[in-house]
C-alpha cells in the first residue's frame, strides 16, 4: 500500500503535477510535510482547527493509488490473490490454485472513513462474531464466524479516522496493532490478520477540545503529525471562496461580484482571526467566508429582484446581511451580554475600511470630498436603484477616477453602484464624511 502511494506521489512530484489541486494556500506549509510522510511511507496525523481542508486532503489521498486492483473474488476484506489473509481467501486458493476467481476493484472504494463518537465500538473497527453464521451451524472457533469491522474491510486501502480525540480511550487502544504490529485481533480468538492498510487522522490541537485525547501511545505510533493553519493572506481567502461558494442562478438573471466586494468578505474573516474578541481556540473556519459570500450575493439578488432589475450586484448595504450568517459559526467572548450584534457590525466596518483604504488611492479622495461640500446628502440603500448612481457621477465628477479604479472603465450601473457605495462608506469610515443611517437608507454628507 504504502510503496504503491510512494511510488505515485513521486511520479507526481516528478512531473510537477500538484498532489491535491483542489487544496489552495498549503503550498509552501503544509504540503511538503505531507509529501515527505507519503515518501516515508508513515501513516499521517492531520492536526488543525476546524475548516482547513484535513478531512478534503484524506480524501484526496485515494487519487494517488492504483486506478484497479485485483483482489480474490467474493472476499470481504481485499485479499491479495498471492498474498491471501482471510480463512474464505486462504481456502479458496489452497482449492483451485492458480484457477481461482479473481474481481478487481476500483480506487474510489478502498477507502475507509469513520467520525469518531464516544459510541463507536470495537466491533464497529476491527469485529465481532456474527450470531447469524453461528445459527448456520458453524463453530464459534471456526474464523468464518467473524463479521469484519471498518478496518480489516479497508485492507490494501487508506482508512481514515475525523476527530479521533472523541474516540474513547479504551477504543483507541485497539488501533495500536493496526498501527505499530499491522495486524487486528478479534474477541478471543487467536486469528491474526497483518493487514496492509494506510492509517489517516485528524484531530484538532489539544488546547481546543476538551472532549477527549489522544493516549499517548497511540500518539506515539503516528509516524507523520501534519499541522495545517487558515489561509494566511486575503488573496489565499478570495481563491477560496470563488472556487467553493455555490453560485447563484436564476432564470433572466445576471450575477457580477466585484473584486472589492469579494475582498471585504475575505478580510472580515481574517480580521476575525485577530479579534481578542472572537474565541481563537474554536477557530474561525474559511466556511464563514463561504457562506457569507454567498448570503451576500442572496441579499444583491433578493434587492435587485423586488426592484425588477435583471443585474445583481452586491453592494456595501448587502453586507447588512453578514452578522446573521457570521453568528453561528464564531463564538464571541464578551465581558458584557448583548455585545455579540456590536461586534460583528465593527468586524464588517473594519473589513470595508481596509479594502477601502488598499484599493483607492487616497489622492483621488480629496475631491470627492470638496465637491460634496455644500451638496446636498447622497442617499444610499437598498431601495435605491442602480441607474441612479449614474446621475450622482454626473453631479460629482470626482468620484469617476476612484469609481474606474474598483471596477473598470466601462462598468454596467449595478458595478458604479457597488463602487460609489463602498467609495461613500469608506469616507465615512475614515472620518471625511458624516453618515445618518434611518433603516435601511443611509444619508452621506461633507463634516
Request: with cysteine; proline share 5%.
Amino acid at each position: 500500500m504504502k510503496t504503491e502511494i510512494r511510488r505515485n506521489a513521486a511520479q507526481r512530484i516528478r512531473s510537477g503535477e500538484r498532489l491535491f489541486p483542489e487544496v489552495l494556500g498549503y503550498e509552501d506549509t503544509v504540503f511538503p510535510q505531507l509529501e515527505n510522510a507519503l515518501l516515508a511511507g508513515h501513516d499521517i496525523i492531520f492536526l488543525g482547527e476546524r475548516g482547513q481542508a484535513k478531512t478534503r486532503m484524506i480524501r484526496s489521498l485515494v487519487d494517488l493509488l492504483d486506478e484497479w486492483m485485483p483482489i480474490v473474488e467474493g472476499s470481504e476484506i481485499n485479499d491479495d490473490p498471492y498474498a491471501p489473509v482471510s480463512a474464505h481467501a486462504r481456502n479458496l486458493v489452497d482449492e483451485m490454485g492458480s484457477d481461482t476467481p479473481i474481481a478487481w476493484v476500483h480506487r474510489s472504494v478502498r477507502f475507509g472513513e469513520k467520525l469518531a463518537t464516544p459510541d463507536t465500538s470495537i466491533a464497529d473497527l476491527i469485529g465481532e462474531v456474527d450470531p447469524i453464521k453461528v445459527a448456520e451451524g458453524r463453530y464459534l472457533s471456526d474464523e468464518l464466524t467473524l463479521h469484519y469491522g471498518l478496518v480489516p474491510r479497508t485492507n490494501r486501502g487508506i482508512f481514515a479516522i475525523n476527530e479521533l480525540p472523541d474516540l474513547a480511550e479504551r477504543i483507541q487502544v485497539g488501533l495500536l496493532n493496526v498501527l505499530e504490529e499491522r495486524d487486528v485481533q478479534i474477541r478471543g480468538y487467536k486469528v491474526r490478520l497483518p493487514l496492509d492498510v494506510l492509517l489517516v487522522a485528524s484531530a484538532n490541537p489539544e488546547d481546543y477540545t476538551n472532549r477527549g485525547r489522544l493516549i499517548t501511545p497511540l500518539k506515539d505510533r503516528f509516524g507523520s503529525q501534519v499541522r495545517t493553519h487558515y489561509p494566511l493572506d486575503v488573496e489565499t481567502e478570495v481563491a477560496i471562496v470563488e472556487q467553493e461558494a455555490q453560485p447563484f442562478e436564476a432564470d433572466g438573471v445576471t450575477v457580477r461580484v466585484p473584486d472589492h466586494m469579494i475582498e471585504v468578505v475575505a478580510m472580515l474573516s481574517q480580521l476575525a482571526r485577530q479579534s481578542a474578541h472572537i474565541s481563537q481556540r474554536s477557530g474561525v473556519s474559511v466556511r464563514l467566508s463561504v457562506a457569507n459570500h454567498e448570503v451576500m450575493v442572496a441579499n444583491a439578488a433578493r434587492r435587485s429582484l423586488a426592484a425588477g432589475d435583471d443585474e445583481v450586484v452586491p453592494r456595501v448595504c448587502d453586507l447588512e446581511a453578514l452578522p446573521a450568517s457570521t453568528a453561528g459559526k464564531v463564538e464571541i467572548e464578551s465581558l458584557e451580554e448583548g455585545r455579540d450584534g456590536q461586534i460583528l457590525d465593527h468586524l464588517v466596518r473594519s473589513a470595508i475600511l481596509e479594502v477601502f483604504r488598499d484599493r483607492v488611492t487616497p489622492q483621488q479622495l480629496t475631491a470627492v470630498v470638496e465637491q460634496l461640500e455644500g451638496s446636498d446628502p447622497v442617499e444610499t440603500g437598498e431601495d435605491i436603484a442602480s441607474a441612479d448612481y449614474l446621475g450622482l457621477l454626473e453631479s460629482v465628477p470626482a468620484l469617476r477616477a476612484p469609481v474606474t479604479e474598483l471596477v473598470g472603465a466601462e462598468p454596467t450601473p449595478g458595478e458604479v453602484a457597488s463602487a460609489v457605495e463602498l467609495i461613500l462608506e469608506g469616507l465615512h469610515l475614515s472620518k471625511r464624511l458624516n453618515k445618518d443611517a434611518v433603516g435601511g437608507r443611509a444619508q452621506y454628507r461633507s463634516r
